[in-house]
Each structure stands twice: as C-alpha cells, then as structure tokens.
T-cell receptor, first 110, second 112 residues
Framework: GQQLNQSPQSMFIQEGEDVSMNCTSS?????WLWYKQEPGEGPVLLIA?????ELTSNGRLTAQFGITRKDSFLNISASIPSDVGIYFC??????????FGTGTSLTVIP | KAGVTQTPRYLIKTRGQQVTLSCSPI?????VSWYQQTPGQGLQFLFE???????NKGNFPGRFSGRQFSNSRSEMNVSTLELGDSALYLC???????????FGPGTRLLVL
C-alpha cells in the first residue's frame, strides 16, 4: 500500500536538544496525525491536525499541517530520555483511507 | 474510558495453522481497522469495518479475513499461516470511518 515519505529515518540526539521530523506525500490529505510507538506497544496518538496551515501544540510537541496539504512537521523541544521511541505520521486521504509514514526512530542520549 | 484492547497479546503458531485475533474498540467507537506491522514493511492496512460491514480493504491475500460484531468488537482471521505472516497486528478504533484512529497494544504473532 501507499506509504508516506518520513524523514529522517533515525535520530540520535543529546538530552535537551530540539528535534524536527517531517512527512511528505504526493497526494493531498485531509487529516494529519502524529503517533509515538514504544517497543512492544501500539502507537499512541500525540497530535491530530485537521486544517491546512494548522499549528497545534501538546506540551513540548508542536505539529503543523502544511499549506499544500501534502506535508506535515513535528517538533519536540528540550528532549528528555522518555521521548525515546518511533514516531509515525499518518494522513487521511481524500478517499478516507489512512496511510502511514515509515517512522522516525528517536534515541535520546542522557 | 478504557482504551482499545487486543487479545491475545502474544501468539506462536506453526506454518499451515490458522489464527484468530480479537479487538475490542473504545466504547462508542463503531469503526475498527486492522494493520500489519513488520520491520521491513512498516504499517500496512489490512481492512476496516464499520457497523459490521467491511468498508475498505488493503492489498492482502484472501487468507486474511475479518468480521465485526453488533457490539463493534472485531476479529481477524489468518488461515494457512506462512512464515512471512509473523508480525505485530494492530487494531485501531474510531468514532466513524473518517475520525482519528486510536490503536490497541497489538498482538505479536510468530509463525514457526
């Protein structure tokens, strides 16, 4: 099935640093979602975006729905060790099907 | 409100066997979607059920099937298991087909 292009694939950062990751698609999406998945668990919803240009925060996390509706960004500020995990973007297409990014693996070094 | 629950959490089967996985959505959610997650392929959409009807289907062989009951609980069945079916199977529920999806913890299936 279709997958979104998510980058970077992995990140190794020092505690306290800011993190940025993004997702792009060749198709227009009506909804962008960002999830975090920890080992052995299912993805947990972090932020949901429903309108082009929308900027939404959840604590140290901020995500934006791109103006073109073909991309989205997630930023994590002042990273801490518990931010470790795999972050997935997901988009809902105009055909109402959800597609997922390939994931960004984040490692935070204390 | 309780989250999405999936049973069993872990399962070991041998090639040729069949398996049934269960998913109970968040109370009030009527849509249930199933995904297969593997390290190489990422999250792949299997199918979606809404009000006991299959709404969407991904690109998987007919060995993969599912159903949804009147209480919105869903089951997924895989027949004639193959080694490549080893994966984490995730269920996600939402209020409706177009609403935000919430995932369960997954069932990890190992086929030997």
């Amino acid at each position: 099935g279709q997958q979104l292009n998510q980058s970077p694939q992995s990140m190794f950062i020092q505690e306290g640093e800011d993190v940025s990751m993004n997702c792009t698609s060749s198709s227009i999406f009506n909804t962008w979602l960002w999830y975090k998945q920890e080992p052995g668990e299912g993805p947990v919803l972090l932020i949901a975006l429903y309108k082009a240009g929308e900027l939404t925060s959840n604590g140290r996390l901020t995500a934006q729905f791109g103006i073109t509706r073909k991309d989205s960004f997630l930023n994590i500020s002042a990273s801490i060790p518990s931010d470790v995990g795999i972050y997935f973007c997901a988009g809902r297409s105009t055909g109402n099907q959800f597609y997922f990014g390939t994931g960004t693996s984040l490692t935070v070094i204390p | 409100k309780a989250g999405v629950t999936q049973t069993p959490r872990y399962l070991i089967k041998t090639r040729g066997q069949q398996v049934t996985l269960s998913c109970s959505p968040i109370s009030g959610h009527r849509s249930v979607s199933w995904y297969q997650q593997t390290p190489g392929q990422g999250l792949q959409f299997l199918f979606e059920y809404f009000s006991e009807t299959q709404r969407n289907k991904g690109n998987f062989p007919g060995r993969f099937s599912g159903r949804q009951f009147s209480n919105s609980r869903s089951e997924m069945n895989v027949s004639t298991l193959e080694l490549g079916d080893s994966a984490l199977y995730l269920c996600a529920s939402s209020l409706g087909s177009t609403e935000t999806q919430y995932f369960g913890p997954g069932t990890r299936l190992l086929v030997l």
